[in-house]
């Protein structure tokens, strides 16, 4: 393929707009500036592979580029659409998603059985201390986890797919992105507006709440 469909896909304005309609539909580089070509790059490469490239000259990563273009061609026709970029962007944000999960579920998996309980959980997170005491108040000066630990066992029981009290690496994704999975999308809603709610009255903002409403909605299919 010529390397004029890899410099249109990587420069064209309706390119760039695709990768950060993907890119905003997930908490993929929340610290990342929309702006900025590493936003781009990343979004459209991977976090590892974005690195990789960073290392190459202009030729080697024109070359890497080429060989990749044929996996985004869905269809085959020799050119790639704004969806099959789509897809591929979704793609990576998924991959990125899932070893961010796998990582987390293999620190947490003390007795290495392929499953993280909550207990196992709030030991490794919290302390051994917290376990079976998660909403024991704090003694004076010290910080105080109930509500972190109420916020996280919500979120636990809710990724927990299968209801087996405890969670897969699948599940384990579904509890740090609960924005990405359709059984965790209205907890994940739910506390963000919980945190738009700052004087605890039930209310939010109502710009702010219509604003994270509507990028939820854009996420379900």
Not at 2 to 30: D, F, N, T
Not at 101 to 120: I, P, Q, T, Y
């Amino acid at each position: 393929m010529k390397l004029v469909v890899v410099v249109v896909l990587i420069a064209g304005a309706w390119c760039r707009s695709a990768i950060r309609q993907a890119a905003q539909e997930s908490e993929y580089m929340p610290h990342a500036d929309p702006n900025s070509e590493d936003y781009d790059h990343e979004s459209f490469l991977g976090h590892d592979k974005k690195e990789e490239f960073d290392k190459l000259s202009s030729r080697e990563a024109k070359e890497r580029l080429q060989r990749i273009i044929p996996y985004l061609d869905e269809d085959g026709n020799g050119q790639i659409s704004e969806d099959e970029l789509h897809d591929w962007i979704k793609k990576q944000l998924l991959a990125y998603i899932m070893d961010d999960a796998r990582n987390l579920h293999e620190g947490n998996d003390v007795n290495h059985d392929g499953f993280v309980s909550w207990k196992e959980y709030v030991a490794t997170t919290y302390g051994l201390g917290f376990v079976d005491n998660e909403q024991q108040a704090p003694a004076e000066g010290e910080f105080d986890y109930r509500e972190m630990i109420l916020r996280d066992y919500n979120k636990f029981i809710t990724a927990d797919a299968n209801g087996d009290q405890f969670l897969s690496i699948d599940e384990m994704a579904a509890f740090i992105h609960p924005e990405e999975f359709h059984h965790t999308k209205d907890l994940a809603l739910q506390e963000s507006m919980n945190d738009l709610d700052r004087n605890k009255d039930g209310l939010s903002h109502w710009t702010s709440t219509w604003q994270i409403f509507s990028q939820m909605k854009k996420t379900k299919t």
